[in-house]
């Protein structure tokens, strides 16, 4: 059993940065790929990007490359999502999962846990 708890999210204004931190329980963390998610009004829950057991491979929607970074420390149970160069339609809620699984993982069925996720707002 995993339990996720996101924390970082609030009002940035377009162009600045932020970054979301996702706490996970568990001893068994590092055995799991994990992967943020996110949600705007009206819309579906849509992949933004996920990392691989160790950290060593990542995946990125294309919506997001370049602009956001997935990155976990095992040590602490921890995954994160650095996110830079914010526009307006990032805003959304944003999940932490993590799926039993040791390679990277892109669709909302394949994780087996979700945070409560966490909204992040960009204002224009």
């Known amino acids: 059993q995993v339990q996720l708890v996101e924390s970082g999210g609030g009002l940035v204004q377009a162009g600045g940065s932020l970054r979301l931190s996702c706490a996970a329980s568990?001893?068994?963390?590092?055995?799991?790929?994990m992967g943020w998610f996110r949600q705007a009004p009206g819309k579906e829950r849509e992949f933004v990007a996920t990392i691989n057991w160790n950290g060593g491979r990542t995946y990125y929607a294309d919506s997001v490359k370049g602009r956001f970074t997935i990155s976990r420390d095992n040590a602490e149970n921890t995954v994160f999502l650095q996110m830079n160069a914010l526009k307006p339609e990032d805003t959304a809620v944003y999940y932490c999962?993590?799926?039993?699984?040791?390679?990277?993982?892109?669709?909302?069925?394949?994780?087996?846990?979700w945070g409560q996720g966490t909204q992040f707002t960009v204002s224009s």
């Open positions: 568990g001893r068994t963390f590092s055995s799991y790929a």
């Open positions: 999962a993590a799926a039993g699984s040791y390679g990277l993982r892109r669709s909302t069925s394949e994780y087996d846990y």
